[in-house]
DNA sequence: GAACTCTTGTAAACACCGTTCACTGAAACC
DNA sequence: GGTTTCAGTGAACGGTGTTTACAAGAGTTC
């Protein structure tokens, strides 16, 4: 059955353990919490144990960054995959909605993974998850209207290349799109609206709106609204 | 002349010493260089002596981070101040700059202001900010249609309370507004705009953009002009 | 001017941290 | 059975925040 010898298996198993201890210690007490010495003290080893498995402290953060948006994208794509209705903007919907409620249940993981400066600490990882995500949510939008509002000229080399980057996504999962489909205007607005969302977002779990919102969703969903019909999908009543 | 005594001098003297070294340090090496010891060592003296001027580490970066606020509001009157032109609009694109400009040149700053998760380290200076930057270039703004457009029901108690801190906040500068300038669908505009403006930035110092844009500036313009027409400000040439 | 208090600094110590290194003992291999 | 590979240990180094007891100067009072 397993293929493995047993050291390998012993040596998987003790990965996984240090990664769930790392996560623990990352959600009970914050990035600081998560030493060396108090994840093997979970374990029950010592410090330098670890370094059998990471070549660092930074080695280690930088695997659960990577963790974290995998987890990310697996809820993202759950909950794509519960809206079962057949119209676009409902999935679209849906996946935004799941992208705040995982930001607010995981303020330490978001904090992690978003908002370290500079050093692209799973960067990579998040990106191929918003696109894996918009891509064929683009691609699979029979309804919108084609116009291609015009866009500023400055911004179509950017616009060009991001629409490449789209497409290669999209192309992963078979299928091409047309240019009348995937136009700059709308590859703009797809922009701006990762723009609004992660603002939204990271205001409410980072607690920087300029004044007490009692109730956040509905302004979410008010914003959603207006991405929505910027970005070119039908009016749903919800 | 001086009224304070010497001892006194003095310690303000070490006050401003420390503040500058704990500030050179978390911009020349992050935030995580901003050590007790580290500062210390700058001023040639030992780590316990700073506990003579900060209950803690983390005091020490409260304090931190209200310098760093109070620095920013600075530098942003400072922006608004140069743009004599009378257009409102021109000032809130001044400001808006200015802030993007500011986030750029510090994102050290910028992050550990911003994106320190919940505890509000420093949010309530950086409200202030806003507020007093907002509230006054609102109620300057004479030319902006005055219509009210439908906001969500749900938003109308959130939005009321906003539109009284503003009013407060104009207050102070000896202005009243009238409800017409300061109505409802303008307030709603005013925090769609912060959550942009902030998610522009923010994206752009942590370097989340979903793909590499080569001068992100003319993107930051065109969404300025969008969100200058959405909140009711006359377009202008620029 | 002497005696006293208040303030600012020090040195030593504690517990914690990341990291390195020499070493052990068991598993895996030939 | 002998050898190699490797996960794990314990001790150590230099770093951290923080507390404690203590020194020495500044300011005040008699």
Redesign the pocket.
Known sequence: MTEA???ER??AE?EREIRQAARALLVESGRDA?????I??KL??????L???YD???ALLRQLCDDICADMALALHANLAAETSGQVGCKVRAVCHAFRRWALAHPQEFALVFASPRDPIGADQFGSVFLQLAGPLIASNEDANHVDEPVPAVLHEDLVRFQQVLRDAVAEHGVTLADEVLNLGKIYHVVQSWVRLYGHVALEVFGRFPFAVSNPEPMFDSMLDQMLSDIGFVEVER
Chains 1, 2 share one sequence.
């Open positions: 010898t047993r050291r012993l040596r003790t998560v030493t060396l010495r108090a093997a003290r029950g080893i010592t410090a330098p144990a370094y059998r498995y660092s402290h930074d």
